[in-house]
């Protein structure tokens, strides 16, 4: 039972327009929320995150939003970049208070979308 | 200031056999987590280790265990090698308690495969 879905395995985007990148989630306790990129043959990196008492979080050429009541999220990317190109994950956690105590959080993934930016 | 950091990057083995996995966490963090990406997914949770104990786990069978070290540095032990534990393995260190609502952060993961 996948909690957290990107149904978009890839996304072709022309360099300088939006990308946009879709995620889903299950869970309604998840109450924070991440969006990781990967290339090959590296970890994921930290891009942005969003708690569940927000609706929108910027950074720079990132924004996620968050619809609480549609169980979505999405990540907008303007202007793209070819070096914006990789694999993006979105992730959601639990507050660990709610799990156990002097835990920190776990992150359940989703299964990923490639983004390729055309020059 | 280092970042996460996993050895080794690469590994191989034939099934039966037993591996360790070994991952010093940032700089200042205190939790280690391990996930396992098979090719084409997304990251799993393995197990977390705060205060040397294993305090989350993930629906992986008892053949994963872990430890953790009072410089907070994490081994990760498989046993009993099965073909399907083929994959990338990630660790990512945070913080734990109040402080846990800031990014887990990765290094660049051990890639285990199984011949």
């Known amino acids: 039972d996948q909690q957290v879905k990107q149904n978009s395995p890839s996304l072709s985007v022309q360099e300088g327009r939006i990308s946009i990148l879709n995620c889903d989630y299950t869970?309604?306790?998840?109450?924070?929320f991440l969006w990781y990129k990967k290339y090959p043959a590296e970890g994921p990196t930290f891009l942005i995150s969003?708690?569940?008492?927000?609706d929108k979080n910027e950074d720079g050429r990132f924004t996620v939003f968050l619809n609480k009541s549609a169980k979505h999220l999405s990540l907008h990317i303007v202007p793209s970049q070819p070096g914006d190109s990789a694999v993006y994950f979105c992730?959601?956690?639990?507050?660990?208070?709610?799990?156990?105590?002097?835990?920190?959080?776990?992150?359940?993934f989703g299964s990923g979308t490639q983004l390729t930016v055309l020059p | 200031d280092a970042g996460v950091t996993q050895s080794p990057t690469h590994l191989i083995k034939t099934r039966g056999q037993q591996v360790t996995l070994r991952c010093s966490p940032k700089?200042?963090?205190?939790?280690v987590s391990w996930y396992q990406q098979a090719l084409g997914q997304g990251p799993q949770f393995i197990f977390q280790?705060?205060?040397?104990?294993?305090?989350q786990r993930g629906n992986f069978p008892d053949r994963f265990s872990g430890h953790q070290f009072p410089n907070y540095s994490s081994e990760l032990n498989v046993n009993a090698l099965l073909l399907g534990d083929s994959a990338l393995y990630l660790c990512?260190?945070?913080?734990?308690?109040?402080?846990?609502?800031?990014?887990?952060?990765f290094g660049d993961g051990t890639r285990l495969s199984i011949l």
């Open positions: 990512a260190s945070s913080l734990a308690g109040p402080r846990s609502n800031q990014p887990q952060h």
């Open positions: 869970n309604s306790m998840f109450d924070y």
């Open positions: 969003i708690s569940s008492i927000k």
């Open positions: 992730a959601a956690s639990v507050d660990p208070r709610k799990i156990s105590s002097g835990s920190a959080r776990q992150l359940t």
């Open positions: 700089s200042g963090h205190d939790t």
């Open positions: 280790y705060y205060e040397e104990e294993e305090r």
